[in-house]
């Protein structure tokens, strides 16, 4: 040890002065290096987007994009090279490499999760990123074995085997998605389905209801094809919904049960039109359309019905990497933590998220777009003057689901008194014109921006409501006509209106849909439907399907004669309807021991025996845990 001079000073070490300055540089670096890795993340995932997505964000979309990864990476590198600073002097190696990598895991992993895998919070994707992220960290220790310094050979060794994992996983999960279809017309005119939840047919003015619930409705009836005689395949939502998008009959698609998911080789409409090129979106208030459960196959843009957030008013776009993920992510947590909020936006706001989107958009470009709208499902609260329209006082909150939670009457004959039966109908009557009133609005907001001439428009209901006249309240748990006849309208511009009272299915949508957007229909959309305008009248027969917290019910009507089959536990009742004489379906033509019962029975087997043949399988299933509390809040569970 050298000795210390006489007259020699020592020096007090500055208290944390190096590390202090080691700190600040280091933050300094790694936010620069996050900013730099982010933008350049952005550009790569615009160009994969483009790729494998067949996204083409708006310029607009792009700038949001662009702004949302800078202030990502630069941040997430901000604090990096702080840490690493911190720990070791030699810090700007690693931090441009931890940046770098971080990229491209980001990219590796968003695309596995959005293509391949359930959801980013579930464990086999926290798996899976775990994986990825041990990868990163091996070739971080490869690149510094043995040595002190960060080698320059080995750094870059290691980016380029990064890189490729990433690109040989990413071509063995990218799917090239429907190709485009056949081309049928000239013109393809942009798309605007509209799905009014709980509505009956007969609880509409044009379906010749006492009330006067729909008047917009019935304008919009008279300058379009109005079809008196439509049926959903399902009597609730989801498997409905799922048929509406397909094509495919419930027991084919599978997504009847409560946590039932649309498999991904149901080909859906958007699936369709985006492979034609058309901007698609998604904006739903039920609980069961949304990701989650599938629905949202070939959508650009998906709103779904979880409590507003920052990242959903202004996070970067969802035709992007980046914007997929914060959305899932930021989805997946707000489903998990619901808090207090309604998981309804409302119709109002669902109409002006559509409108904003397709300002956004390029205005050449056509779009299909399905709006679900949940106002006229219980518990229903309209808004002034709306609430008081039919009951002559205001309504005092959202009603509560009769005493009985919608199932059926414990004792053979029990109804709900005749007074809180009505204040239900005249709660949901007023729904329903305030739906009318919002729908009204809208159409006429997109025919000014898109052009009549330039639109095609389809409202319906997924399925009716039911006010006890079968022993039983609200939907899912009947096949009467209450529940299943609902409105369908469908304007174009290449038809003249009319008034069509043949028979028809819900599930001709899809086929319908597409060929009107100027496109031949694929075979997955013929095998069950016919379009409703090629001239063919469509399937004289049309079948109905129930399958629901063990009870399985079928319907099949063919013409004025309706045969249902109900069966809960080991009790089966088969009944027979002549609707042309007994539209309300009080007086069955079949009595108990009729012999014909067989014949009834043997008929329905024999009508949905193809069903069964051509089912997808029920697949996956989502998790009840997160969805539980929101179901329970919204009255589908007690």
Known sequence: MKPIAPHQEVAAPRAGGGRAARAAGGFLLGGLAGIATGLLTALFDAVLSRFAFGADPTRAELLRHLSWALALFGVAGAATGFLFACAARRSAGRTVFAMTSAGLLFLLGATANILWLPGFLRPVSLAVDAVLLAVVLVVLRLATRGTRRFTTARF??????????????????????????????????????????????DHTTPGGYERDTTPHLSALAKESAWFRLARAAAPWTKPSAATILTGLPPAVHGAEDEWDVLPPE??????????????????????????????????????????????????????????????????????????????RSGASRIADLFLEWIADREPERPWFAYLHLMDSHEPWQAPPPFDALFSG???????????????????????????????LVD???????????????????????????????????????????????????????????VPLIVRRPDHAPAVIDRPVSLGSLAATIVEAAGYRPPADFLRFAEPLFDGSGGPSVHLARLHYLGSEGHAVIDGHRKVLRVTRGDREAIQVFDLAEDPGETAPVLERGDPRRAAAHAEIEARFEGHRRAALGRGERADTRDLTEALRGLGYLR
């Open 156 to 201: 870059w060794t290691g980016l380029l085997l990064l890189g490729g994992l990433c690109a040989g996983i990413h071509w063995l999960l990218a799917s090239p998605g429907p190709s485009a279809p056949e081309v049928r017309g000239a013109n393809h005119p942009s798309v605007l389905l509209v799905v009014i939840d709980s509505l009956r047919a």
């Open 266 to 343: 149901a080909l859906s409409i958007a699936e369709v039109l985006k492979a034609a090129g058309y901007d698609t979106a998604l904006f739903s208030d039920n609980i069961y359309v949304r990701t989650r459960f599938g629905f949202s196959q070939g959508f650009d843009r998906v709103h779904e019905p979880v409590p507003g957030s920052f990242v959903e008013r202004h996070g970067p776009s969802s035709r992007t990497l980046l914007g997929r993920v914060l959305r899932q992510v930021d989805g997946e947590i707000r489903t998990r933590f619901p808090g207090r909020s309604a998981f």
């Open 393 to 423: 006082r205001p309504q005092p909150g959202p009603l509560a689901q009769p005493p009985l939670g919608g199932l059926p009457p414990l004792v053979p004959g029990e109804v709900l008194p005749e007074a809180e039966r009505q204040s």
């Open 427 to 485: 709660a949901q009557d007023s729904a329903v014109a305030f739906v009318d009133d919002v729908l009204d609005r809208l159409i006429d907001e997109v025919e000014r921006r898109v052009g009549r001439e330039n639109l095609v428009l389809v409202v319906t209901a997924d399925h009716g409501e039911a006010f006890y006249e079968h022993a039983a309240w609200g939907h899912r748990h009947v096949l009467h006509e209450e529940v299943l006849h």
